[in-house]
């Protein structure tokens, strides 16, 4: 049961809810196809669901929580956490899927879609708070440059959406 600080991707159910509809549409398109063409066999019938299975798998969304001083995600197979307090360092990756690499005085390890946060003001709150005391600590030695590009990213996602609200986009 979350607590009163633990804050959640509020974008994630909608998320895997798209995931699993392509992973059972699409495999069952396929099913309906097989079967208007009268060549539904057992074999096709295992592909189609196996496609299905591998789909969802790849398609499933990683479930960003976080707490005061701790960011978590969440997989299909696997969890892990970092001490946003305790970082060491931050890495931005690009590439076809962006990535923030978040490392810890543990050693934990955490990869995170920087979008995530520009969709959701509280868990970027929270995580810029952890960052925040990483640095007066002096325990982030590598990556502040990401931290400033993340920065960039939020206060130009803050701005747009005033102006959206506001009417003055028109302008």
Do not use: Y
Not at 61 to 66: I, K, S, W, Y
Not at 90 to 102: E, M, N, S, T
Not at 103 to 124: K, M, Q
């Amino acid at each position: 049961m979350p607590g009163p600080n633990l804050v959640e991707d509020r974008n994630w159910a909608g998320d895997a809810r798209a995931a699993a509809g392509i992973a059972v549409l699409f495999p069952g398109l396929l099913l309906a196809v097989d079967a208007a063409a009268g060549c539904t066999q057992w074999q096709r019938v295992l592909l189609w669901t196996a496609l299905g299975l591998t789909l969802l798998a790849v398609l499933w969304p990683t479930r960003v929580r976080a707490t005061p001083g701790t960011l978590m995600t969440r997989g299909l197979l696997r969890r892990r956490r970092v001490r946003t307090d305790r970082l060491v360092s931050v890495a931005w990756h690009d590439g076809v899927a962006q990535r923030l690499v978040l490392e810890d005085l543990d050693g934990n390890r955490l990869e995170v879609d920087p979008r995530v946060f520009a969709a959701n003001p509280a868990l970027w709150h929270l995580f810029h708070q952890g960052v925040g005391v990483s640095l007066s600590l002096g325990t982030l030695t590598e990556g502040s440059a990401p931290v400033r590009r993340l920065s960039r990213l939020m206060d130009r996602q803050t701005v747009t959406t005033v102006f959206k609200l506001s009417g003055m986009d028109r302008c």
